[in-house]
């Protein structure tokens, strides 16, 4: 079964510029998560998905921040304007289903650089 | 509110030896643990997670780990490591709708 697919891998831009990430879950997964990993500390979770519709968007800094995934398959989340706080990888996971019995299966992600 | 806590930055075990990554939970009603590995410049790959049932769950690669309700603790463990285990560690707890991971151990296995 073909992963979690995210690109680029690799981003560099200067604050106050725009930067777009893609993220195409497992076949058949129902459940789509955007995490942000600064160094030092472990994933947080900025929005989910269940098929199109958000399901927790709580911990998204809505003024920059926007993601969508229209047709209930792959995501984009996008951040305008950068700030310099938010250099860090940003991670694709998706799963079956919700639920707290779900392992979540993660991409490789992306690394945003601002300078 | 539901945490996990990962009190030690890194562990350091000779190849061969046991290994114990170490990690605490504080969570309402019963848990939903997990864990979890990053090797570097990858994503997290899940390892095993405990739902209910037996206290002692199995996993990937060998490892497995301990519930232990009365000391509010899910250890990640391996009888003897490998230096391909060499990475960093993350324990998560469900709740809430959602994984609340911990700081991460680093695992450094030394030849």
């Known amino acids: 079964e073909a992963g979690v697919a995210q690109s680029p891998r690799y981003k560099i831009i200067e604050k106050r510029q725009s930067v777009a990430f893609w993220c195409n879950p497992i076949?058949?997964?129902?459940?789509l998560y955007w995490y942000q990993q600064i160094l030092g500390q472990g994933p947080k979770l900025l929005i989910q998905?269940?098929?199109?519709?958000?399901?927790?968007d709580s911990q998204l800094p809505k003024d920059r921040f926007s993601a969508e995934r229209l047709k209930g398959v792959d995501s984009t989340l996008k951040i305008q304007p950068a700030k310099l706080e938010d250099s860090a990888v940003y991670l694709c996971?998706?799963?079956?289903?919700?639920?707290?019995?779900?392992?979540?299966?993660f991409g490789d992600g992306t690394r945003l650089s601002i300078l | 509110a539901q945490s996990v806590a990962q009190p030690e930055d890194q562990v350091n075990v000779a190849e061969g030896n046991p290994l114990t990554v170490k990690c605490t939970y504080s969570?309402?009603?019963?848990?939903?643990l997990f864990w979890y590995v990053q090797y570097p410049n990858r994503g997290l790959q899940f390892l095993l997670k405990?739902?209910?049932?037996?206290?002692l769950v199995k996993g990937s690669y060998g490892f497995e780990a301990e519930f232990n309700k009365s000391q509010t603790s899910f250890h990640l463990k391996k009888p003897s490591a490998l230096v391909s285990d060499s990475a960093l560690y993350f324990c998560?707890?469900?709740?809430?709708?959602?994984?609340?991971f911990g700081k991460g151990n680093q695992v450094v296995v030394i030849p």
């Open positions: 969570v309402s009603g019963n848990p939903y």
């Open positions: 405990y739902i209910t049932g037996d206290n």
């Open positions: 076949s058949g997964h129902a459940t």
């Open positions: 998905f269940q098929n199109n519709g958000v399901v927790d």
């Open positions: 998560a707890s469900y709740g809430n709708n959602r994984l609340a």
């Open positions: 996971a998706s799963s079956f289903d919700r639920g707290g019995n779900q392992p979540q299966h």
